[in-house]
């Protein structure tokens, strides 16, 4: 006990105040401060330097409390605070605290979830959060899932499985022998899904260009008919199909069902990339979104982002627990036979890391803590910020809103008013960039492709999710938008003059 009282008696987290109905960790108090600090990448380089000194390994050191003050006090003054309600630029929510407590046990603990001896506790932790993730799914009893080191792993974890899945049904090992003798393996994924696919596929000797992106329809979802058309192409051994629910811009959600169907078809094995939208699940109100997630084969969620948990906390889930023989791996170190068959086993064959964190841990306290309704409530909050920010763009002449809001993003622009189309994008790039430096405001930016007769558009983008920031609090980020706007338009005007 006296340990765990250290630990919570760290100089940061520091606390959300009091009155928000959520607590949830920064390591920011000054809530004055905007979510970044004010100032150049410089000056923050510079303030580093200064507490930290030379780079280079101190000959000695200056003691723990001293050490964890300058820490403290850097990420205090030019640390990011996502828990301010400006602060809505990515999927990367504040954190509950319960989570970051949580976590620091975890870490303490320094368990690992590769042996039974090296955390026995925790990979029972991990074998039940996996389990409750799965029934909250809609997956059954066969479906077993592993915790991993980020969404863009879990995509990787996912097409590496769908890869050996083609493979063996080819008569290839790709295991021990490569891809020689696989034919033109392709993935299939729409134009909107994470660029983590590409990725994969080149991790795994594919080439980026196996990835066939399929077109969206007017509602940012894949069309199922451009994605007939491609499988049905001759020539080429269709891997996987990864639907998307939850894209990263728009939050839209691929027909779940209807792809799984053309992917049985066509012998494909069918992933969806949940990162994003797997959240909805707590939801009464969202869930419906995410009814059809049980046609998968494989499922990547991630509690970093709908979830308010600290990175890394992916989740992939596997319909069938048989598929992971793709990370078997017998090592006479870890894991030998005669252990196993005394009931000594771990979770080395989960993954392609040996020592892997219990980030569990932090998990499965949320999820006793707030269970269903608690994080449900969080993201029907932050559901309801977006639609507010979306009328409030809706009414304001300075504004365009590019696309609905499913579940806490909004996509929107500054008018151009008269403006090229090259200087229309411009300009949101600079807006976003002087609210950015200035530290109040921190917003997203991304590019819309081209649709509809319309030009690829650069984007401004609000990612909410924090469940304490309200409707007022958007209002204020949104009138810092419209004003910064304006001054840039005016001054763009002035140098046109
Ligand atoms: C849909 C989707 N998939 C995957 C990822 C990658 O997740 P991570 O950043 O945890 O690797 C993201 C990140 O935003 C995402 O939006």
Request: glycine share 10%; aromatic share 4%; charged share 20%.
């Amino acid at each position: 006990m006296p340990q765990f009282a250290r630990l919570t008696a760290l100089p940061s987290p520091v606390r959300s105040p009091s009155d928000s109905p959520w607590p949830l960790a920064s390591t920011v108090s000054d809530r004055a401060r905007g979510p970044l600090p004010h100032g150049s990448p410089g000056e923050v380089l510079l303030r580093a330097q200064q507490v930290l000194g030379e780079a280079r390994v101190p000959a000695t050191g200056v003691g723990e409390s001293a050490a964890l003050d300058l820490i403290a006090g850097l990420l205090a003054e030019s640390g990011i605070d996502l828990s301010h309600p400006h602060a809505a630029a990515h999927l990367q929510p504040p954190v509950l605290q319960v989570a970051v407590d949580a976590d620091a046990l975890a870490s303490a603990s320094n368990a690992s979830m590769d042996t039974y001896d090296s955390g026995p506790a925790t990979l029972a932790i991990e074998q039940w959060v996996v389990k409750a993730l799965a029934g909250l799914g809609g997956f059954g009893p066969e479906a077993d899932g592993v915790l991993t080191p980020g969404g863009s792993i879990s995509n990787l974890l996912a097409v590496l499985i769908a890869r050996d899945s083609a493979a063996a049904a080819a008569g290839v090992d790709v295991r021990r022998n490569g891809l020689q003798g696989l034919d033109q393996p392709v993935v299939f994924c729409s134009e909107l899904a994470h660029f983590s696919v590409q990725r994969a596929c080149a991790a795994l000797g594919l080439g980026e260009q196996a990835a066939i992106t399929i077109a969206s329809d007017e509602d940012f979802r894949m069309r199922t008919d451009v994605l007939e058309d491609e499988l049905a192409k001759p020539g080429r051994t269709p891997v996987a199909v990864v639907a998307t629910a939850g894209t990263t811009d728009y939050g839209s959600i691929d027909p779940i069902a209807e792809i799984a169907a053309l992917a049985r078809q066509y012998g494909a094995w069918m992933h969806v990339d949940a990162a994003y939208g797997f959240g909805a699940l707590f939801s009464d109100q969202l869930a419906p979104l995410l009814a059809e997630l049980p046609h998968a084969d494989s499922v990547t969620l991630d509690l970093h982002k709908i979830g308010w948990q600290p990175a890394a906390t992916s989740v992939l889930l596997v319909a069938d627990r048989n598929r992971f023989a793709s990370f078997g791996r017998s090592v006479d170190y870890l894991n030998p036979a005669d252990d196993i068959d005394s009931g000594l086993d771990g979770l080395l064959g989960r993954s392609l890391q040996t020592t892997r964190r219990p980030d569990a841990v932090k998990v499965a306290t949320t999820l006793r803590a707030y269970g269903r309704a608690g994080l449900g409530k969080m993201l029907d909050t932050c559901h309801e910020l977006a639609h507010a920010a979306a009328a409030r763009v809706v009414a304001d002449s300075n504004l365009e809103l590019l696309a609905p809001v499913t579940l806490t993003t909004v996509l929107f622009r500054v008018a151009g008013q008269g403006l090229e189309a090259a200087e229309v994008d411009g300009l949101q790039g600079e807006v976003r960039r002087r609210l950015l430096t200035s530290g109040r405001v921190l917003i997203g930016r991304t590019k819309l492709p081209a649709r509809g007769g319309r030009p690829a558009a650069v984007a401004l983008k609000l990612t909410l999710l924090n469940p304490n920031a309200t409707a007022s609090d958007i209002e204020d980020l949104l009138d810092q938008v419209v004003a910064t706007g304006l001054d840039v338009r005016a001054e763009s005007g002035e140098g046109a003059a």
